[in-house]
């Protein structure tokens, strides 16, 4: 089978992203590309700075990649008719029934109109649920800092309190917007995944395991690393403000991902490899189906990955989609190319700790990169978009 990629231009593909591992700008880094069914995969660099190498099945964070998983897990149970698009949300959890609404985002929490209709589950998938990250620095609204005492705020570790204690502390919050009206990153995840977890009566982490992982071959993904495979994940860095340097924000001899969390959180808590999450991206690439296991429909598959916003939304939420790509259930759909890499109906997301995954139909493609370097801003760094650069411009036919 031929992949249609050159080989010469693979090398300087690799040769790019050894360059990020010798200048020290991370410690490792994993580079999986899938085309028309052949695997091109490289491991470069070290599981933790000065460590022991890293290797094509090492075990990394993969946050915010999370998202299109709980979106297409919600989606089994939308195809088996236990949950529906446009039904309230309230039967499973009533601690988003009868919502208030701020009257200004920018006015006192106490300062709201009731909620013009229910959240529905269309809307967590979307992430017009009025609830979410407010893309402001910190203090600048008072519901910002309501949220921060509420614990709410999105943060690279996952919530340290039970999922039920969670809704509680949403439910006693005023929405941002009138649902449906607005974008706000990430919140609708983390609720996503307790509505799956109460409506399929399972804990997320055993729906996941037996409707998605076991299926799939997905051995190595999971809300925690297990202790016979904890010299498997590697270490995460920030970059420190001070020096410019990297320093440790989680260090796998005591990190948070070796025990099982209190939340398992739908909107960034996995860890995954290189080869399982291609398993995931094939499935959808394949239509809902990865060999002989049939995980979606093709309608499903289609839905998730077609754009639900509108002009509007997206242009308020310019930093996430830069112009050229919309939103659909858990993931950026592309609209427009530009850039080598933006194909028309590319999807996919990134990951905070440094990661970043993508599935091309038009191309039968997936590209896969697995870094530790912390992000810094909702845009990709350079490490993602040279990868993104050398995976197209590799591409012969």
């Known amino acids: 089978m031929n992949s249609g990629l050159s080989q010469t231009r693979l090398e300087r593909m690799h040769s790019v992203m050894a360059g990020y591992v010798e200048r020290g700008e991370v410690p490792g880094i994993v580079t999986l590309v899938y085309r028309r069914g052949e695997v091109h995969a490289e491991a470069r660099g070290t599981l933790t700075i000065g460590g022991v190498p890293v290797r094509r099945d090492s075990i990394f964070r993969i946050a915010s990649m999370t998202k299109p998983v709980i979106a297409a897990a919600a989606m089994i149970l939308v195809e088996e008719c236990r949950l529906r698009l446009d039904d309230p949300v309230d039967s499973l959890l009533p601690e988003l029934a009868d919502r208030r609404v701020l009257r200004r985002l920018d006015g006192p929490v106490d300062d709201t109109v009731q909620a013009n209709r229910p959240i529905t589950l269309r809307d967590l998938l979307t992430f017009r649920l009025g609830f979410g990250a407010v893309m402001a620095p910190p203090g600048t609204y008072p519901i910002q800092q309501a ?20 809704m509680k502390r949403l439910g006693q919050l005023p929405l941002l917007h009138q649902p449906g009206e607005g974008w706000l990153y990430h919140t609708g995840s983390d609720i996503l995944g307790v509505l799956i977890a109460r409506a399929s009566g399972q804990g997320l982490e055993a729906f996941l395991k037996e409707r998605l992982f076991d299926p799939l071959g997905m051995k190595d993904t999971g809300f925690h690393v297990p202790a016979a495979q904890a010299d498997r994940l590697s270490a995460a860095y920030a ?81 996430f989609f830069g112009g050229h790509s919309g939103w659909g259930f858990g993931g950026a759909v592309s609209l427009r190319r530009t850039e080598l890499w933006q194909t028309p109906g590319r999807f996919g997301w990134d990951g905070g700790f440094g990661t970043s995954g993508y599935t091309d139909p038009q191309e039968d493609l997936v590209g896969i990169l697995l870094t530790q370097r912390m992000m810094e801003s909702p845009r990709g760094p350079r490490v993602f978009t040279d990868f993104w650069t050398s995976v197209y411009q590799a591409i012969e036919d």
């Not at 705020?153 to 204690?165: H, I, M, Y």
């Not at 959180?265 to 996995?270: I, R, T």
């Open 147 to 166: 949220i921060a005492e509420a614990g709410l705020e999105p943060s690279p570790t996952p919530p340290a309190v039970t999922s039920d204690e969670w």
């Open 239 to 319: 970059r420190d403000p001070e020096t410019g340097g990297l320093r440790v924000f989680d260090d796998p001899q005591d990190s948070a991902w070796t025990q099982p969390p209190v939340f398992a959180s739908g909107g960034g808590g996995l860890v995954s490899t290189a080869d399982d999450y291609l398993a995931f991206c094939r499935m959808l690439l394949g239509r809902g189906r990865l060999g002989r296991e049939r995980i979606l429909s093709r309608s499903a598959v289609e839905l998730m990955t077609a754009d639900h916003l509108t002009a509007e939304q997206k242009e308020t939420a310019r930093p």
